[in-house]
């Protein structure tokens, strides 16, 4: 399985929390990672977003098909992230579309065994992918990507 982690580009400071736009500076972040997105995901990728506007605003960037997932909102736990995803089972591709610091812990677990400060950059992308050598699951970084790279 591969699950690919996207931060929500740049977002407008303020209240409420769920309601905050991107601004143009992450409408930019948002429209060049999904181009690069756009040439590396498999097809027949599951793509799920967080409930909140800055997250839906940064999928449509993406121009696919997504499933908004409660339990992805700020605040929600790395489990419930990887529980969304289907991870380790599920087949094929999940991007997951969400917010710090629930990325990062998710990312860290699965690299570190344990959750740990992992920061992604807003607008940035881990992508990770699951696979056993002998005996012994591994998590294996495919790419890690900013918007300030493309």
Do not use: C
């Not at 344990?114 to 950059?121: A, N």
Request: proline share 5%.
């Amino acid at each position: 399985m591969d699950l690919i982690l996207w931060r929500h580009a740049d977002a407008q400071d303020g209240a409420p929390d769920m309601d905050r736009p991107l601004t143009s500076k992450g409408r930019k972040q948002a429209e060049r990672m999904a181009a690069w997105l756009h040439a590396h995901l498999p097809e027949g990728t599951r793509v799920l977003a967080s409930p909140a506007r800055r997250t839906r605003e940064t999928a449509d960037a993406l121009e696919l098909d997504y499933a908004v997932e409660a339990n992805l909102a700020p605040g929600a736990d790395a489990a419930h992230l990887l529980a969304a995803a289907g991870w380790p089972e599920a087949s094929g591709a999940v991007l997951v579309i969400g917010h710090q610091p629930t990325l990062g812990e998710a990312a860290s677990l699965l690299l570190f065994g344990e959750t740990r400060s992992l920061s992604i950059k807003k607008g940035g992308v881990i992508w990770l992918t699951n696979r056993v050598r002998g005996d012994t699951p591994q998590t294996v970084i495919k790419a890690a990507m900013t918007a300030e790279m493309l």
